[in-house]
């Protein structure tokens, strides 16, 4: 059975794409079966790992009638691993709103990925930066929770009210646990993020991933090329924090 995993934190532009992006293509090469989902009608996730064509049919439409089944592109194949999309669009900002009158709102994305997940052993969740129902969908389809931080005074407080999200989704879904805290775009050379990295590792302890991503222009570069750190030449030392990030995942179960 896959493990699903959302990537969430409804602060904005903390690296959630650019975590599941690069983590996914982390577990790819190492050997796993990966799948990965788009749930913000930003798209982010589709052109990180270049679908640079709209796909006709996205989450969206999954989404809104049970019948369609989630749309799966894949990214990168070999023998063993593969690593697949579930692409979005900005119709996903629309599906979100007529959502809201139909039954079982909350339990669609968990409902359709039950069909497909066998097939993989990770599925990993991109969410927006909000808590409205396509975030909620992921969390309540997914058994883990990564939380992507930057080291700032504000990111605190964006993960009190992940921390607050997640006790309403146990309603829900009682399984749901926090995997880790990880800080997806740390600069070690300003004071505030070093106060606040110390803070964090003491106020979440082992919650927190050992693993820190840096700032790197490369990590950028990379997502705006369309693809991982892994395809991007000058990315090999970025590539190895994500294997790292990788193998402390897979080490917590
Ligand atoms: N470690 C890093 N080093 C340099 N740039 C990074 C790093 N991580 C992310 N970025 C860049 O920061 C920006 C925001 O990252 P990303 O899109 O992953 O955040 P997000 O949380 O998904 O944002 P949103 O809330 O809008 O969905 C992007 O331009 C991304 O390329
Ligand atoms: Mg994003």
């Known amino acids: 059975m896959a493990s699903i995993i959302a990537i969430s934190n409804q602060k904005g532009g903390v690296g959630k794409t650019t975590t599941t992006a690069n983590l ?3 577990l790819f090469h190492l050997g796993k079966k990966v799948l ?3 749930m913000d009608p930003q798209a982010n996730l589709s052109s990180a790992l270049g679908l640079t064509e709209l796909p006709t049919t996205t989450v969206a439409e ?3 009638d049970r019948k369609v ?3 799966i592109v894949t990214i990168m194949e070999r023998l063993d691993a593969r690593l697949a999309l579930v692409p979005s ?3 996903l900002a629309s599906a979100e709103a007529a959502l809201m009158n139909k039954l079982g709102r909350e339990l669609r994305l968990r409902d359709q990925l039950a069909m497909v997940s066998g097939a993989f052993d990770f599925v990993l969740i991109d969410t927006p930066p909000s808590l409205g129902l396509l975030t909620i ?6 058994d883990r929770v990564v939380i992507p931080t930057e080291a700032r005074l504000f990111s ?3 993960l009190q009210m992940m921390q607050e999200s997640i006790e309403e989704v146990l309603y829900l879904n009682p399984k749901l646990q926090v995997v880790g805290v990880v800080l997806s775009k740390l600069d070690r050379r ?3 993020e070093k106060l606040v990295s110390s803070y964090l590792r003491e106020r979440w302890g082992a919650k927190v991933f050992q693993t820190e991503v840096g700032t790197n222009s490369k990590i950028l570069e990379a997502a705006s090329s369309g693809t991982s750190v892994f395809n991007y030449a000058g990315a090999e030392k970025a590539a190895e924090i994500y294997l790292a990030l990788a193998k402390e995942v897979l080490d917590r179960g």
């Open 190 to 192: 300003l004071k505030e």
């Open 89 to 91: 669009s900005l119709a």
């Open 24 to 26: 996914g293509a982390a």
């Open 62 to 64: 999954s989404l809104l």
């Open 69 to 71: 089944p989630l749309p």
């Open 156 to 158: 605190l407080q964006g």
């Open 137 to 142: 969908n992921a969390l309540v389809a997914a």
């Open 36 to 38: 990965l989902v788009d």
